[in-house]
């Protein structure tokens, strides 16, 4: 079983949809990061959250440390959106990152 | 843009050769990590360096080396080139203390 578990794998969506995005993990962590990978390879950095909630414009991330999950929300989604949506964490006592496989996301207008 | 530059941008490589991949860290930051993410897969770590010595390192061979420099720029070397080093390898660049990572657009590795 991967330490960090995405769902769903792979998402379609009209325009205007709202999205939910999830990750578990079966690590100790201080921080969770939501990283956005758009074809070609570039990864952007959307949130690092510890608890509770961050929201940025349309993106709402949530986590839950003792449930051990964190959702990633997108409201009125657009075809811009379109892009993998990758999890991460931090094992505590580690220098390095664990990482989902991804959710891709696509949006149709 | 985060400030994280990586080149190249794609290389071709045959097997069996050798190849320096090349990654500018965000100003400031004195950690850089670098991962391998095959098509498809979640990244995966290879190794951290912080302050010019490796500080981390994942489930990867000897060969797969690399250095950080006194500017936090730093390279990542891989020698005998297999076909299944075909990947995306990405570098990031944060301040110690698992702070926020930026990536770099990352280098398109294909070995034929």
């Known amino acids: 079983k991967n330490e960090v578990e995405q769902s769903p794998q792979n998402l379609t969506a009209q325009e205007g949809e709202f999205i939910t995005i999830n990750c578990s993990y079966s690590?100790?962590?201080?921080?969770l990061h939501w990283l956005q990978q758009h074809p070609g390879g570039g990864i952007v950095s959307l949130f690092m959250?510890?608890?509770g909630k961050k929201k940025h414009g349309r993106l709402i991330a949530t986590i839950n440390i003792q449930e051990k999950h964190s959702s990633l929300h997108i409201t009125a989604s657009h075809p811009r959106d379109s892009a993998v949506y990758i999890c991460?964490?931090?094992?505590?006592?580690?220098?390095?990152?664990?990482f989902g496989a991804g959710t891709r996301l696509t949006v149709k207008p | 843009e985060t400030g994280v530059t990586q080149s190249p941008t794609h290389l071709i490589k045959t097997r069996g050769q050798q190849v320096t991949l090349r990654c500018s860290s965000q100003s400031g930051h004195n950690t850089v990590s670098w991962y391998q993410q095959a098509l498809g897969q979640g990244p995966q770590f290879i190794f951290q360096?912080?302050?010019?010595?490796?500080?981390g390192r994942g489930n990867f061979p000897p060969r797969f080396s690399g250095l950080q420099f006194p500017n936090y720029s730093s390279e990542l070397n891989v020698n005998a080139l297999e076909l299944d080093d075909s990947a995306l390898y990405l570098c990031?660049?944060?301040?110690?203390?698992?702070?926020?990572?930026?990536f770099g657009q990352g280098t398109r590795l294909t070995v034929v």
């Open positions: 990031a660049s944060s301040l110690a203390g698992g702070a926020r990572a930026f």
């Open positions: 959250l510890s608890s």
């Open positions: 360096y912080y302050r010019e010595e490796e500080n």
């Open positions: 991460a964490v931090p094992p505590l006592n580690n220098n390095d990152m664990r």
């Open positions: 690590v100790g962590i201080s921080a």
